[in-house]
């Protein structure tokens, strides 16, 4: 089973909910895993703690140009659609001599130049992008298997690391996606293959627009969803309106409450300290299991 828990918009409590699911599931006998795809703002390991098993570099391949085989055809550069390559052709009469510049951040390592290339001009180095480090928490009892990426500073790519953060998981466990914010690449790489997806939303007209965006790309994905309010309070209807037009059900209202704002501010996961919460998170957990079986 795996359950992704993703939001619209950044601050909804899309962790909150993740990392208290998790931590529920695991104090009840459950094998969990959480995966922390937000590569750029890994968040989890801040509130689990967990201890550091393995660290594992994420690569791509890069192109790199053997000049002395290069004719300066261009074909490389013609194929790649990111413009990772560039090619100054020779002008002899000029004394200008060809190159092939080449954008490391613009590749997406897909070799296609390498193909492409009838001299056999292009070999590819693996290129560093950043890390994924797994590790186990252990709290109220239960173990969680924890797993988080950590993108390079500067790398405009967090795919690549969102994909080997995916695959760190055993099949034996109960996976929890802990997907980035927004509905762009990073949120639906996050997603995909997920057997449902919790969808994490405030009460206000910030927190409707960007559901509104998010219902829209998990419906074209094919991905069962539903919602949990965060912030519940004033203004909750303006979700629930939206909510009873579209059919999409609200599995769980979490309050805006100051004894949970408390425990966050410190790190501290509100379930591990407040038992009835525990409750609630696996009957969220079971209300999901109910929604796929309908």
Known sequence: MIISVASGKGGTGKTTVAVN???SL???GENVALLDCDVEEPNVALFLKP????????????????K??????????????????????????????GDVLVFPQLCHGCGGCAIVC???????????????????????????????????????????????????ASVQHAIIVDAPPGTACPMIFSVLGSDFCILVTEPTPFGLYDLKLAV???????????????KSGEGDALIEEFC?????????????DPEIARLYSKGVPFASELEEWRAEFLKLYERVLDSLKR
Not at 51 to 66: A, F, G, N, S, Y
Not at 161 to 166: F, G, P, Q, T
Request: charged share 25%; with cysteine.
């Open 21 to 23: 699911l998790a931590l």
């Open 26 to 28: 695991s104090s009840a």
């Open 51 to 66: 201890e550091i098993i393995e660290t594992k570099t994420v690569c791509i391949k890069t192109p790199r140009i053997l």
């Open 68 to 97: 002395e085989r290069c004719d300066f055809c261009g074909a490389c550069s013609k194929f790649c659609e990111f413009n990772a390559l560039f090619v100054v052709r020779p002008v002899p009469e000029r004394n200008v001599s």
């Open 118 to 168: 009838e001299r056999n001009a292009i070999i590819e180095d693996e290129r560093a992008v950043g890390v994924v480090k797994k590790g186990l928490a252990h709290v109220n009892g239960g173990e969680i298997f924890v797993a988080y990426g950590e993108l390079n500073v500067g790398e405009p790519m967090p795919v690549p690391v969102i994909k080997a953060v995916r695959k760190a």
């Open 216 to 230: 829209d790309t998990l419906n074209k994905l094919g991905i069962p969803f539903a919602v949990v309010l965060n």
């Open 244 to 256: 009873t037009q579209e059919d999409i059900e609200i599995l769980m209202k979490i309050p805006l």
